[in-house]
């Protein structure tokens, strides 16, 4: 997108929030909606800066960053390894990248169930649901990094005599690793998502679990100023990932 | 027959200007251009990148109206497109790709507002003239370049209008694709006695192909020469080797060069309008 | 291995042998090593499909889920599908509205689905309309992408034939953005699933959400792991089906 086209998608975006909120500021006045429905936007503001000043919530959004830090850690782990032994042979793509790439497109929040099953409602469940969803973009992303590479130039290393450390090191990594990077910032989203969700849907706690209290026991205003955080955390992350990219130089899609 | 003994003009372009706007700056395209082509002529405009052929063709062809000057047809001022009267042959891009052959010519029909029942009949019969009846259930990615210029080529006899306006149709060819699509083509015209205008930067093409030659400058474009081939249609591959041909070619060559040289080294680049 | 598994149905006869594998370390774990309470053998969940099929509130819950499913995605389609012409029609819509698309596709839905369910209750509304807030979105960009794909040499190419406005849309916009169409389906169907699934799941009272909750409670995993393969197999059949449509309709594209 040209620099223009950007600040001008900027200013529409900002032009429809501040619309938006001066709706919403129209509305609470007058009065219009059952606020059990859609609270006063004074409640929300009233409650956010409640939630933001409450010693609880930090511990929250930790349990709901650490959870999100840990199923995101393994599922790079996981991923790449995974992905680069299946990208060592060609048999080994051609029979598992499909498999893999099935797998992908079946919502694995279904297996959430079996998680609360084995661990319980505690952070474990989730932590297993994240990194199930990270996996997938990782390791698809890993394996057509590697193949990728061009086989004149691992040719030619190993005409040099390079062992597999040194091609791994040397040739394999840095050419697979702007697609790699691409899958670690496909699958983040999916796995921050499926955290949320499994804390939705059954928690103790983190901010997914607060979002589902507040909801269930009618505290709408507590609910929303419990969504805004989340979605200005979601906001944050994806601010600093494509400031980060911007930095990097190239825009990966 | 070719225009020879038909004196009437069928496109009448006086005085034609036109520029282009790149943010702040105009950059004129084509300055007073006038020429006349008579009913049932090949014509073709010929100069260097940039010298506005195109341009001068969109004009001609009602696709575009002139900052200056007018067009006639055949006595009438021009005033925008005329799809009865005119039709158009661009490069390849112009097929639609979601359409058989024979799909194409179709729904070219159906645009011009031709009866149904007419329609498959026109369709089948200009693809006899190219030869491609029997490609009619493929798609234009299944087809070769030359292939798909016949199809092209097709769709605008189709329509069965009296002015046939070509933009490089050989460009996207290969040399010898060309050689023999140029035969076709002169062939083929020569039977329907249209009036032709063939934009080219190809010599070659321009002498086998037009009773006359409008060599353009180079950007803003005018008519620098008018060039006479006087060898009737059809033409066959060994006019190319006759001596006639070579003293054009070379008049053509010498006409030209200035022109290329000072296009090609002028820093400007206008997009063209079509582009897809 | 390469030796063993060579030629054309080599990868299929390793993934075939990769399964067999799993299943049987699977069973083997299952059977002797992992407490029955929360791992069933494979053999144990086939054996007990029949009696998870037999109980007519399970087969009512898959039931529903399917048709939830189904007119979520056909109302993301059509209400996609309009806004996407609505959006992409003039350079004007686009600039103004698309913006406000991408921006409320950056929030992660989730976090509303405790609202949804607050506004349409707890029976099949909710689910269908949470799905299909899933599945707009795919559509929406995908024909404003189709649209904007649209290649003007070939509108021209029609006017100068004498093509009118509703025979430009009709022959030449609407023919180029199907096999966009048809990818945004693909995509659509994945989310619609996976927003269907997930407002099942938090609504334990009744459907699919029930009995995972009932299974789990219970320490039945052979029903639910039962539930969940059919679950499974419905998503894998449905991407598929998209996925050859998708191929079908994209059939005519060289790129």
Redesign the interface.
């Given at each position: 997108m040209a620099k223009s086209d950007r600040l001008?998608?900027?200013l529409?975006?900002a032009g429809?929030?501040v619309t938006l909120l001066a709706a919403w500021s129209i509305e609470s006045a007058l009065r219009l909606i059952n606020p059990i429905?859609f609270p006063r936007i004074e409640n929300v503001a009233t409650q956010f800066v409640n939630v933001m000043t409450s010693p609880a919530t930090l511990g929250d959004v930790w349990t709901t960053m650490s959870t999100f830090g840990a199923a995101y850690g393994i599922a790079i782990i996981a991923g790449i390894s995974v992905g680069y032994v299946v990208s060592t042979?060609r048999?080994f793509t051609?029979?598992?990248e499909?498999?893999l790439a099935?797998f992908y497109?079946?919502?694995l929040?279904?297996?959430?169930?079996?998680f609360?099953?084995?661990f319980g409602t505690g952070v474990k469940s989730k932590i297993a649901l994240g990194c199930l969803a990270a996996f997938f973009p990782i390791a698809l992303n890993t394996i057509a990094g590697f193949t990728s590479v061009d086989r004149n130039l691992r040719t030619a290393a190993i005409s040099f005599g390079a062992s597999r450390i040194q091609m791994l090191r040397r040739v394999l990594l840095p050419g697979a690793f702007p697609i790699i990077l691409t899958g670690l910032r496909i699958a983040f989203?999916p796995c921050?998502?499926s955290v949320?969700?499994g804390e939705?849907?059954a928690s103790d706690s983190g901010l997914?679990h607060e979002?589902?209290q507040?909801?269930?026991m009618?505290e709408?205003a507590r609910?929303f100023a419990y969504?805004f955080l989340?979605?200005i955390i979601?906001?944050l992350f994806?601010l600093g990932l494509s400031t980060w990219e911007t930095r990097r130089g190239r825009t990966l899609v | 027959m070719t225009g020879a003994t038909r004196a009437e003009v069928a496109i009448e372009v006086s005085g034609a200007s036109h520029s282009f706007s790149q943010g702040t700056r105009a950059l004129a395209v084509l300055s007073e251009v006038s020429l006349s082509v008579r009913s049932g002529e090949m014509v073709s405009l010929l100069g260097p990148s940039g010298c506005g052929k195109s341009t001068l063709l969109n004009i001609v062809g009602g696709v575009l109206t002139p900052d200056a000057g007018s067009v006639l047809l055949d006595g009438h001022p021009l005033h925008g497109i005329m799809p009865h009267k005119i039709s158009f042959v661009f490069q390849e891009h112009a097929l639609f790709p979601w359409n058989t052959v024979f799909e194409n010519l179709m729904v070219a029909l159906e645009f011009q507002g031709v009866p149904a029942a007419e329609r498959a009949d026109r369709a089948t019969v200009a693809l006899d003239a190219v030869r491609m009846s029997e490609f009619r259930a493929f798609y234009p990615a299944q087809l070769s370049g030359g292939m798909k210029q016949r199809v092209a080529l097709a769709r605008g006899l189709s329509l069965e209008t009296d002015i046939l306006l070509m933009d490089e149709p050989f460009a996207a060819l290969d040399e010898q694709t060309r050689m023999v699509f140029g035969e076709d083509l002169s062939v083929l015209l020569a039977k329907t006695g249209k009036t032709i205008v063939l934009v080219t930067h190809s010599l070659s093409e321009a002498v086998f192909l037009s009773d006359r030659i409008f060599v353009m400058t180079a950007r803003p474009g005018k008519i620098k020469a008018v060039v006479d081939v006087p060898k009737e249609h059809p033409r066959t591959p060994d006019f190319v080797s006759s001596a006639q041909f070579g003293a054009i070619r070379g008049e053509l060559y010498e006409l030209l060069h200035d022109e290329i040289r000072a296009s090609v080294e002028s820093a400007q680049h206008v997009p063209k309008r079509d582009d897809g | 291995m390469n030796k063993i598994f060579r030629g054309k149905y080599g990868p299929l006869a390793l993934r075939i042998v990769s399964i067999a594998l799993l299943l049987a370390v699977w069973e083997g774990a299952a059977r002797w090593f992992i407490d029955p309470e929360f791992v069933s053998p494979p053999s144990g969940v086939v054996a007990e499909l029949p009696h998870l099929f037999s109980d007519p509130k399970v087969v009512a819950a898959i039931a529903s889920f399917f048709m939830e499913l189904t007119i979520a995605f056909a109302i993301a389609v059509v209400a996609g599908t309009a806004i996407g012409l609505a959006v992409g029609a003039t350079p004007f819509s686009y600039r103004s509205v698309f913006p406000i698309v991408l921006l409320l596709y950056a929030i992660p839905q989730i976090t509303v689905l405790p609202l949804f369910i607050l506004y349409f209750g707890l029976g099949t509304a909710s689910k269908i309309a949470f799905g299909a807030s899933h599945g707009i979105f795919p559509i929406v960009l995908n024909v404003v992408a189709g649209m904007k794909a649209v290649r003007p040499v070939h509108i021209l190419s029609a006017q100068t034939m004498g093509a009118s406005k509703m025979q430009i849309i009709r022959r030449v916009i609407l023919p180029q953005m199907i096999p966009s169409l048809f990818a945004g389906m693909r995509l659509a169907m994945a989310v619609t699933l996976l927003g269907v699934v997930l407002a099942e799941l938090y609504v334990s009272t009744t459907g699919i959400g029930y009995f995972t909750q009932t299974f789990s409670e219970r320490f039945d995993p052979a029903d639910l792991f039962g539930l969940i393969t059919v679950l499974a197999t419905i998503a894998i059949v449905l991407n598929e089906v998209a996925r050859r449509l998708e191929l079908h309709f994209s059939r005519w594209r060289s790129d």
């Open positions: 001008r998608t900027r529409v975006q429809f929030f429905l042979s048999l051609k029979t598992y499909p498999v099935a497109t079946v919502p929040l279904i297996f959430f169930p079996t609360i099953l084995f989203i921050f998502a949320l969700a939705i849907i997914g979002i589902s507040n909801a269930q009618m709408t609910m969504v989340v979605i979601a906001a994806n | - | -």
